[in-house]
């Protein structure tokens, strides 16, 4: 049984490693051409769209969440919850958000920023948030390691 068609198992070995090396090149190469034609095709976040008048939440930076992604748009429309728990309208993933972090409200007239008493605080323009506060287009909002920036457009 050691040898068929002629082959020792020796023989078989030294047939095998060759094809056994050129396979795995191929599936290497495979894997490389399916990393490049992934990373060609536009990723929607970056194309421009333009936005309809009102308030947005922009993610400038996602942090530890999975959820947000950087470039990411969020109209406010009129309320908008931030926080760890899936009720909010922006969930962040992150340890150091509470489950009821802050609370944007926007209308026609401004846009105001409330910690909702999360245990690490809320920063705007990188100062601690203490109750409610007006915020304008250009703000900074950091929510754990998450930082958004408020859009208004007119």
């Excluded at 490389?32 to 333009?50: F, G, H, I, K, M």
Aim: hydrophobic share 45%.
């Amino acid at each position: 049984m050691t040898e068929l068609v002629g082959l020792s198992t020796e023989g078989w070995l030294f047939l095998a490693r060759p094809l056994l090396s050129v396979l795995v090149v191929a599936m290497a190469a495979l894997a490389w051409r399916a990393d490049r034609l992934a990373s060609r095709r536009p990723n929607p976040s970056e194309t421009p769209v333009p936005l309809a008048p009102g308030w947005y939440v922009e993610v400038l930076e996602p942090g530890l969440a999975h959820s947000i992604h950087k470039g990411m748009r969020i109209p406010v429309p009129g309320v908008l919850t931030l926080g760890r728990a899936p009720e909010n309208a922006v969930v962040i993933e992150d340890p150091a958000v509470s489950a009821s972090h802050a609370r944007l409200c926007c209308d026609a007239q401004g846009c105001t920023v409330e910690d909702l008493g999360s245990r690490n605080g809320t920063l705007v323009d990188e100062s601690l948030l203490a109750g409610q506060r007006a915020v304008a287009d250009g703000t900074l909002i950091r929510v754990g390691d998450a930082m958004l920036g408020v859009r208004h457009v007119v």
